[in-house]
């Protein structure tokens, strides 16, 4: 139950670039583009005019993470444009959305990314001279949005199972060791966010932090049952903090995505966690 509709664009539904600039507005050329009235950055990928450097953009194999070189033609590429946009777009809060070349003019809707790092590579500019290039390493922000509700048992019964709340809350707040390479980094990553659901259950406590009633049933193994949403935009940090996610009774969670309030209801959660993580702190 992810959502897939921002402004009511389709997972894998094929757009004419230029419907979606009439749109969006933003550069029409090029990988990157950065529309100033809108919140997002429009990736895409595999674009033959900027992007014919025999690298191609698209899923590593190895790291399960999803390449995309940044954009400059000649020397260097730099933390500038569309590049700096990429980078930045958590602190900025920017949606990134994905698309990909599958003719001339006609782009394939991938879903909205998150950027999780980048590294850089050799690969000759446009005069064929050797570069640093940046690639940057996105997963999907589905991923982030914990509303699989299947593996409550595997939380509660996770490693992190004897440890308190406030010690859950130190492990869960730890940024941890800087990983040095990208599949590292994806581990350590999912790792963090596995770690941050424990603790927004933990935290809940079998109680839903939206409605406040208990948790509807208790599952199998006698865990009360909740599922951990995803809080959309904060203004600091990335979606892997601690005040980023609520534990809601399953009433609450379809109300947040598809209720009439749904965004107000949001912003509610939002600052009740914020509020809640102050007297914890
Ligand atoms: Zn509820
Ligand atoms: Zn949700």
Redo the contacts with the bound molecule.
Sequence with gaps: ?TDNTIYDLEIHKEYRRRDLHSVFKGQMQGGISTPAKYDVVLLFSSNKSSNIYSFEDGWNPETGLYYYVGEGQVGDMTFQGGNKAIRDHLIDNKHLLLFKYVRQGIVKYLGEFVCLNHHCILLPDRDNNERNAIVFELVPKSDF?Y?TSEDVDEIYSSENYELSLEQLRLKAMNRGDSASTPLERKQVYYKRCNIIKQYALRRANGVCEGCGLSAPFYTDKGNPFLEV??IDRIADGGPDEIDAVVALCPNC?RK??YGQDGPQFNEFLRQKIKSIENTLS
């Design positions: 139950m949005d509303e949403h995803h969670h947040v995505h």
